[in-house]
């Protein structure tokens, strides 16, 4: 068993004689040994020496309990792990960790914003991006501003299941400190320690980068390569800091040798283990804003995301949706990778708003994908007024300006290849009457990729998808769009037709006017957002992909 209070008598200079202080003649004293057959032949002569114990101490490590039965086994642990917490309770006089020296961010909001997209950035091993999760607790804070804590940094976690997950020791990141430099002697000291501890056949080096990064005043960013195994990091290291804080209550802290620890770290067992995990999917490592959180075709984008392995936040003006989107996808994939935002695109605030939050969620963005837009039915004469005209241009071309330029910053401060994906229309290359504001705005759109593409390269691919039609799961089909269609069209209908018969008729008449007589679904025009969101098209920017069934009149030439 893995108790912070169990481990922190473990790791403590005096665990011998605690823990016969604490549990008298029922447990025995192992210590430290890589486990495996020979831990357990050093179990077995300790029982045979000591035949009434009915538990073992591991130095640095934890304890093991047994019984006759499960009930008794379970019982007994969880009474030992009491009398280890209680114990430490009790010798708690003074605050383990010393003096408090250092003080409190002003704006660690801010400080973490700043940081957190350059950092992710760096911390990328050859390709393989991270994804980070932020711990700003108060045990955390309050662990960096005592006098103790580089010291106790500096020694490393002892426990092996944490530093497999954490690396032997964070980096401490002091505000002032050129992170760069930082990051360089990072990677100098983990790549002496491999050279030093290394065996003939030891695995490679893996990712030289810190897995833990203490922040003192603002908190920790934990990072890994999916959403739980950062989350599981940064957990593993708040459970080394309450080690840290039980042993130095008790005696004083000792960390795992060095080189017992490399031993572990790159054990052959464990990369065994590791080259038997499943590969990993399309979209691992990717953070994606998906703006527009309807069930249609922002749904079905942000689902093939979740499905290849990305981390996603669906975003809307309408809070409703938004809400409704996150517990719909939360239930499916996990808590761990979606998050919502609230998001007007034609407020630059509330569009720097809602990627703080995903930036503080996931550490950054690598892909932006962006569907939200407006279509006003004219009147019966075909007209809009003034302030429709503007509302339309505010949202389809405005406001997608707006999201593409404040995503391209982080993007640009992250240093990572990026995509952004926008969504045009058929009807930006068709001239046709009633739909003129419309039309035109989206045509603006298909010159808005090109004219970013230009401006964002070498770093950022943008580019679009051109849907014709898309009735069945559209917000942009409410139910008089659709009776205003089937009228114009001279297509019978009946008012008391439900929502679904009506976009059913709609959508066979479109249907029959493409080459494929095919309707267009929201997961047809998900397909070609998520193919540009990929890397599957790495050298395409700049272009709008048609996903209309084939409509001659709306040919790109």
Partial sequence: MHSDAVIAIA????????????????????????????????????????PGITSALMGQHGFINWADTWEECYAGTIRQINQAEEFLAKRRTVHPFGEVVGKRAENPRQRLLNLLPELRGKVAFEGQRLIASVDTSEPVLD?????????????????????LRTKI???????????????????????????RCKHADSPAMRNPNPSIVLIPGVGMVSFGKNAQEAKVAGQFYRNAIEVMRGAET?????????????????????????????????????????????PGIGGSIAERLLDQGACVVVSDVNETLVTQAVERLSAKYGELVIG???LNKTDRDSVRKALEGVVLRFGGLDVLIDIAAVFIPPDLEGRLTDAQWSKTYEINLVGTYIVADEAHKIMARQGTPGKIVLVSSANAIVSKKGSVAYDTSKAAVNHLVRELAVEYAPLVRVNAVAPATVVSGSQMFPRDRVMSSLAKYNIPFDESESDDALRDKLA??????????????????????????????????GHVIPVDAGLAEAFLR
């Fill in 11 to 50: 790791a403590s200079a005096d665990a011998e004689a605690l823990m016969h202080e604490i549990y008298g003649g029922e447990m025995g004293y192992l210590p430290w040994l890589r486990p495996g057959f020979d831990l357990g032949l050093m179990l077995r002569d300790l029982i045979a020496a000591n």
């Fill in 143 to 163: 662990f960096l501003e005592r006098e103790k804590a580089d010291a106790l940094t500096a020694l490393g976690t002892s426990c092996p299941d944490h530093f």
């Fill in 169 to 195: 020791r964070p980096l401490v990141l002091n505000e002032g400190d050129d992170l760069d430099a930082k990051l360089a002697d990072f990677r100098k000291g983990y790549g002496e320690y491999y050279d």
């Fill in 250 to 294: 008790v005696s004083k802290y000792v960390a795992l040798p060095e080189q017992e620890a490399f031993n572990i770290e790159y054990w052959l067992l464990e990369e065994a283990k590791l080259k038997r995990q499943p590969a990993e999917k399309e979209m691992a490592r990717q953070i994606a804003l998906v703006i527009g959180a309807g």
């Fill in 340 to 342: 919502g935002e609230v």
């Fill in 508 to 541: 066979l008449f479109y249907a029959q006017r493409t080459l494929l007589k095919q309707p267009v679904t929201p997961a047809t025009v998900s397909y070609g957002a998520y193919l540009l969101a990929t890397d599957r098209l790495p050298q395409t920017t």
